[in-house]
């Protein structure tokens, strides 16, 4: 019996010049029989686990073994400069090769993921995708990858462009979108960022692909709803991790956190304590439980189902401005500029309505997702030559962005997430001669402001 393994449409099927014979043998790793063509079939990303069993069996003589499934080759390119990697770069790819080259590597913003990524790629020597979640980063990782490897031509899928090579980057939803197309052609792909595959779109994009080897790249793995625990499956499990702590001011810049506070004035605190006193009766009327994982769902659905909760919601939103904006934090915010006037300062706030009235205030540029990319890039490159010294931003340059200049941050407001207030921390972070980073936390006393901050500083390089 001779025995075909091919790649269809994200899948993998067996085929046989025997298939009665084929059907009768025991269920080969993670198969099943499909009824609709009569043959076994897999995920593709089975592939490795499933060309191993079989080739096993080819070995003892049972069949005859063809593999038409992968379409990917050796690469078959080197670095243009042997640059000497750190310590724990190497420690990084050693780990990753150990585990079978699968695994997260957990690396500080800064501390040189994309070189790891590099080093992983001419190490396994296969056609590969790298995966990025922004078009700034494609932009990024393209330029990057070019420069490394000796290459004439490094393709690009996403933001309109779509040119498919044995070396290529493409945002996640592009991946998305054509990965059971592609799923043949790479047998190396790097996930960078690469908590955003947890989600359920991106994870079923990946079983399309029959990739070998794969590397995760990020430096907050975890995320608030828990499906980071996922990551193993596509990717396997975190083999490398180093925290700010381990490399600041040998590998990173050495940093220091201030955490200001500010009060509401008397007309502020009135409100505030009105709108949110109206809030929290709503929530308690309603018996909603924001411990929950489904908490803020529900406040939301219940929210809309009556006048009542129309208000609340209002009542919430109102409650947060005031303590995300007060007139003393903004007039903080000043005088943080001032007293850094000839360093370069990213403004980091938790929505677009208050990076737009800090720039008509202060006359600074911004960058937010409505931000033209052409703009954007504009407006880094004036910020990274002087031009401007200080950035608005909301939470789109929390990830996604080199801008080693930048020494100082001040978080206005934001999630409670971990990883968001590393992310930030992370952008400024850059190592440079005598360069010793600085981050803001302003925090309006006396609000919910306050539970927030504690939440998002669990983390080592807070503490």
Not at 85 to 92: C, G, H, K, M, V
Not at 141 to 150: I, P, S
Not at 402 to 425: F, K, W
């Amino acid at each position: 019996m001779r025995l075909t393994l091919r790649f269809d449409s994200g899948s993998l099927l067996i085929d046989s010049d025997d298939l009665a014979a084929a059907r009768a043998m025991p269920a080969p790793p993670s198969a099943v029989l499909d009824p609709r063509v009569g043959r076994w079939r897999a995920p593709a990303s089975a592939y490795r686990e499933l060309f191993a069993h079989l080739h096993r069996g080819a070995a003892a003589g049972t069949f005859e073994l063809e593999d038409r499934a992968r379409a990917y080759e050796p690469l078959g390119v080197s670095l243009r400069s042997e640059r000497e990697p750190r310590q724990y770069q190497s420690e990084a790819v050693a780990a990753w090769r150990a585990a079978g080259r699968r695994g997260l590597v957990v690396l500080p913003t800064g501390a040189g993921k994309s070189f790891v990524a590099h080093l992983a790629i001419r190490d396994a020597d296969r056609s590969t995708l790298v995966v990025v979640p922004t078009l700034d980063l494609l932009g990024q990782w393209y330029d990057g990858l070019l420069a490394a490897f000796d290459v004439d031509e490094v393709g690009m899928v996403g933001g309109g462009t779509h040119d498919l090579r044995p070396l290529t980057v493409s945002t996640y939803d592009s991946f998305h979108i054509h990965a059971a197309r592609w799923g043949d052609r790479f047998g190396t792909i790097v996930f960078d960022e690469a908590h955003h595959l947890a989600g359920p779109a991106y994870l079923r994009a990946c079983e399309t692909l029959i990739a070998p080897f794969r590397l995760g790249l990020t430096a907050t793995p975890e995320r608030p709803d828990g499906r980071d625990a996922l990551l193993a499956g596509p990717l396997g499990p975190i083999v490398y991790r180093k925290e700010i702590t381990e490399l600041a001011g040998d590998f990173l810049a050495a940093y220091d956190v201030e955490r200001l506070g500010v009060r509401l004035t008397e007309a502020e605190r009135e409100a505030y304590d009105r709108e949110r006193g109206i809030y929290t009766e709503f929530v308690r009327a309603a018996g909603i439980r924001f411990g929950r994982a489904d908490g803020w769902s529900q406040f939301v659905i219940q929210s809309s189902r009556s006048p009542e909760g129309r208000r609340a919601m209002r009542a919430h939103r109102e409650q947060r401005r005031l303590a995300q904006t007060c007139e003393q934090k903004l007039a903080l915010v000043e005088r943080l500029l001032a007293r850094h006037s000839d360093e370069r300062v990213i403004v980091f706030t938790a929505d677009n309505a208050t990076v737009y009235a800090l720039s008509r205030r202060l006359l600074l540029p911004t960058i937010t997702h409505q931000t033209p990319p052409k703009e954007r890039r504009e407006v880094l490159a004036r910020f990274s030559a002087g031009t401007y010294p200080a950035l608005l931003t909301s939470r789109v340059l929390n990830e996604g962005v080199d801008v080693p200049e930048a020494n100082v941050a001040i978080v206005l407001s934001g999630s409670g997430t971990v990883r968001e207030h590393v992310q930030r921390l992370g952008r400024i972070l850059r190592k440079a001669e005598g360069k010793r980073a600085l981050l803001y936390e302003v925090v309006t006393r006396d609000t919910v402001e306050e539970r927030v901050s504690e939440r998002r500083r669990e983390h080592d390089a807070y503490r």
